[in-house]
């Protein structure tokens, strides 16, 4: 068992997945109906794929492989209302956000395919429980070194990442008080968090095939990590984001990606060290919690700053990158959320102080992916 | 000996006699004993327990086989079918018809289909045609009480599930529509009186209607404005609902279509989800647990034997008319074949709504009911034991239950 060939892949092209709620519309819980929509999305023509996920109240949808922002919008446009003409004919919702606020893990079905069976009985209720929701951003790497070097580069911003994609404050009917409570369900894996401090490829596949070899893994789809890389695909892939409530943040989120990978590559801000990890679950941690006033710590001066103070200097660094790689559209649609209602954490908190339902919250969720709100 | 106990003790009188809340204890703690039992080692649902209960009362001699459905009976169904026909119209979206017009067709054909099915068999048995028109809806009608009991009770989730509940509820829309425009024909037919021939329909369905937007707007009221986690907020919803059933029956209205047109009302008139517990909660079930008690009571032996045979071809005739229909339309409206199925199982029995329907027809035109009578009983006998196995057949072969 081996990794294979990093497959090639042109620098800085982008491919966004997202793993979507599948909801009734009679109380917006979810609804095991993936099958049922995996069919009647087979007879329209799409610019990525639409795809079963672990258990059958899930769907995943992905783009091809896009050179721009723009790009990533158009492809997600025309897959979204694909699938909202195909769910409305099925009486179903569907919602991004990265948990769904009341569903009760019990209640979940897994989908029957074998992988998902081999994964549900090696993790038991964690399958189940795994029914939350993400956007993974993969960024085309020229090779494998260069691969290994963003994916620790990137790694610094991970929190930034959390706390501007957060949209998972609700968990099992209660408010957690995390504004991403997703990620709290996918650090029970044993294999999730960060990647090991290694920048060679020849190095890397030294690690695999240890793992490999202890019986513990078997592809790299049993790694659970922040960041991993994607050999078969050419690129390093980004798995920390909460799916976005709409299309045009899940287009900003990667763009605002490609946008730091450039900088990285080009500009080389840092060196990626070991020592860049050392405050890297703390970090986490407050993004994941406090989302935008969160603390970050640098890495490299131990200074402590808030989390929207740090993404709004990126969202400077950036602006030449943005141009180059005409993603401005991008960084003033985040910006803009800075100012607004900071993430979608705040949003969703916001209208359930208003509505006070979570299953009218869900709803309006709803009218927000279908782009009616 | 006995004599002086009783007079120490001042147990008065003696022998005692058991009244009403007797017997609908005993009835309740069967009931229950039965539905888990069912429910437990069977992995059956429960209502197929009240079921058995209601055929066991029958055979001890204390059924219901007679189309009079009176006094306390008549309250408790009524009872029980406001609530679960309110819950069962609170399901229909009207958008999802819109969207989807393949549904509203199936929906309409396997209706026309299963009513003509009906009347097809009853007229070939020989009866007169305004006899076996008016037996078309008590026969041909849905069980939407049944389904939305057992898709409340199994839990059961999809799409097979969903239209079960949509299109059942518009069923027994058209069936207790059908039945007061049959009754008004009877009128005209068997009486020569045209204003209560056209008056009839007319007064049932427009007083209906103002009287179930009254219910839906103030059951939304409550419902936007206090959380129905609450125990007080959901007896005000009941009792809202309580009070548009006593208006319906002192106006002479349908007590089915009041409950189900409100519920439709109220999922239509604002998006925002309406969720209150199963029935209403522990008093709610109460009377449902009875009224499927008393669908199985229909079950005697000389009238199956008058009309038992009859009743199985009604109803085997009826479910290759509604299959067609379900089956036919099912890719077009956007399921697969085996849904189109297990949609037609779940389509296939009939129960409480035939029962109403009937005893309002005997109290209208007793002769004619009569005829229908044997033959109805039968089909409603004879499904208080299959018919909670068929949906709930439907419903695995749908894979939708947890």
Redesign the interface.
């Known amino acids: 068992m081996s990794l294979g060939t990093f497959a090639d892949s042109r620098s800085l092209t982008l491919g966004v997945e997202l793993e979507l709620q599948i909801v009734n519309r009679h109380d917006y819980d979810l609804c095991p109906s993936s099958t049922d929509l995996l069919r009647l999305m087979k007879g329209h023509k799409l610019p990525g794929d639409v795809t079963p996920e672990i258990t059958d109240s899930m769907i995943e949808l992905c783009t091809g492989i896009c050179a721009s922002h723009a790009e990533v919008l158009e492809q997600l446009t025309v897959t979204r209302d694909a699938l909202v003409g195909c769910a409305e004919r099925l009486n179903l919702g569907l919602s991004g956000g990265g948990t769904h606020p009341f569903q009760h893990w019990s209640e979940r079905r897994i989908f029957d395919k074998q992988r998902f069976h081999e994964v549900s009985a090696l993790y038991g209720y964690l399958a189940k429980q795994f029914t939350v929701f993400g956007q993974h951003v993969h960024i085309g790497c020229a090779g494998p070194d260069q691969a290994l070097t963003l994916l620790h580069g990137l790694s610094r911003f991970i929190p930034h990442l959390i706390a501007l994609s957060a949209a998972s404050p609700y968990f099992q009917g209660e408010d957690t008080g995390f504004d991403s409570a997703r990620l709290n369900s996918v650090f029970a894996f044993p294999l999730s968090g960060r990647a090991p401090f290694v920048t060679s490829w020849d190095g890397f596949n030294a690690f695999f095939d240890k793992m490999a070899r202890t019986g513990v893994v078997k592809s790299m789809k049993d790694f659970y990590w922040d960041i991993r890389p994607k050999p078969e695909y050419g690129t390093i892939e980004v798995r920390v984001l909460d799916t976005p409530l709409t299309i045009e943040k899940a287009a900003a989120l990667a763009g605002y990606i490609q946008c730091l990978a450039r900088w990285l590559r080009v500009d080389k801000p840092f060196e990626p060290s070991e020592d860049d990890y050392l405050p890297y679950t703390f970090n986490r941690f407050q993004a994941c919690r406090f989302g935008l006033e969160g603390t970050f710590v640098d890495p490299a001066t131990g200074e402590h700053r808030r989390l929207r103070d740090d993404i709004d200097a990126s969202f400077a660094a950036l602006e030449i990158h943005a141009m180059e790689l005409r993603a401005e559209d991008a960084i003033t649609y985040l910006r803009r959320e800075l100012a607004g209602s900071g993430n979608d954490a705040g949003w969703l908190r916001a209208r359930h102080a208003e509505e006070r339902l979570l299953p009218e919250l869900v709803r309006r969720q709803c009218l927000r992916w279908a782009g009616k709100e | 000996m006995t004599d002086s106990l009783v007079h120490l003790l001042k147990i008065d009188p003696w022998p005692p006699h058991p009244g009403l809340l007797f017997w609908l204890a005993l009835t309740l703690v069967c009931a229950a004993v039965f539905g888990g039992v069912m429910h437990r080692y069977l992995r059956l649902p429960r209502v197929l327990g009240y079921g058995i209960v209601g055929v066991a009362v029958a055979l001890v001699g204390m059924g219901t086989s007679d189309a009079t459905l009176d006094g306390t009976d008549r309250l408790i169904v009524d009872l029980a079918m406001a609530l679960l026909l309110f819950e069962l119209g609170s399901?229909v979206?009207l958008r999802?018809l819109r969207?989807?017009k393949a549904l509203w067709l199936t929906s309409a054909a396997e209706s026309m289909l299963g009513f003509g099915a009906a009347f097809a068999v009853l007229h070939e048995a020989g009866m007169a045609t305004d006899v076996a028109l008016a037996g078309a809806p008590v026969l041909g009608v849905a069980a939407g009480a049944l389904i939305g009991r057992i898709a409340a009770e199994t839990?059961s989730?999809?799409?097979v599930t969903?239209r079960m509940i949509v299109l059942s509820a518009l069923n027994t829309l058209y069936a207790v529509l059908l039945g007061r425009v049959l009754i008004g024909g009877l009128y005209l037919g068997h009486q020569h009186d045209i204003v209560q021939g056209l008056a009839q329909p007319l007064y049932a369905f427009g007083g209906a209607t103002l009287l179930a937007l009254l219910l839906a707007h103030a059951v939304g009221w409550v419902v936007r404005r206090y959380?129905l986690r609450d125990e007080n907020s959901v007896l005000l919803v009941l009792g809202l609902l309580l009070f548009a059933l006593t208006l319906a029956r002192m106006l002479g209205l349908s007590g089915l279509l009041v409950p189900l047109l409100g519920g439709v009302c109220l999922r239509n008139l604002s998006?925002?989800?309406c969720?209150w517990p199963r029935h209403f909660g522990t008093a709610g079930a109460m009377p449902v647990v009875v009224m499927f008690v008393l669908v199985g009571a229909t079950w005697s032996g000389p009238m199956l034997a008058s009309g038992g045979v009859l009743a199985l071809v009604v109803l085997g005739v009826r479910l290759l008319a509604k299959g067609v229909a379900l089956v036919g339309l099912a890719s077009l409206?956007?399921?697969?074949t085996r849904q189109g199925m297990a949609l037609a199982l779940t389509q296939a029995p009939v129960s409480a709504t035939s029962l109403v329907l009937l005893a309002d027809l005997q109290a209208s035109h007793p002769q004619v009911a009569a005829q229908i009578a044997p033959a109805a009983l039968s089909a409603i006998a004879l499904m208080a034991l299959a018919g909670p196995v068929l949906i709930y057949l439907g419903l695995r072969l749908a894979k939708?239950l947890?």
């Open positions: 399901r979206s999802w969207v989807n839990r989730a999809g799409q969903e959380d998006e925002r989800p969720i409206s956007g399921i697969e939708e947890p």
